[in-house]
């Protein structure tokens, strides 16, 4: 009984910026590790980024690594993913996931919950 709700995406142009934001909310201490996940057309739901509990360990696909900063707000229980140098190639929809686990976790059957997705389009 955990809800993620995304929110920020919209259209940008090739090396702009977005921030999505992904807000938790329903049973206390079912939300460890919260995540990331971006799906193109007729491609495969993909790692971005994910982030402990804490905030003070991440980890990042290396096609956004130096572009893409995951960070959270543990008193509003929210996740954000600041995207810089935005790519043609970025243009998908961006899922927030979350799991009760503290690992951090690249699979998407890793995590239980998951929000209703975003979408980002970066046009040329």
């Known amino acids: 009984q955990v809800q993620l709700v995304e929110s920020g995406g919209g259209l940008v142009q090739a090396g702009g910026s977005l921030r999505l934001s992904c807000a938790a909310s329903g049973r206390p201490f079912s939300v460890n590790t919260m995540a990331w996940f971006r799906q193109a057309p007729l491609k495969e739901r993909e790692f971005v980024a994910a982030?402990?509990?804490?905030?003070?360990?991440?980890v990042y696909a290396d096609s956004v690594k130096g572009r893409f900063t995951i960070s959270k707000d543990i008193a509003k229980n929210t996740v954000y993913l600041q995207m810089n140098g935005l790519k043609s190639e970025d243009t998908a929809d961006y899922y927030c996931?979350?799991?009760?686990?503290?690992?951090?976790?690249?699979?998407?059957?890793?995590?239980?919950?998951w929000g209703q997705g975003t979408q980002v389009t970066v046009s040329s």
């Open positions: 982030i402990t509990y804490s905030g003070r360990t991440t």
């Open positions: 996931a979350a799991d009760a686990r503290t690992l951090l976790m690249r699979g998407r059957t890793d995590y239980g919950y």
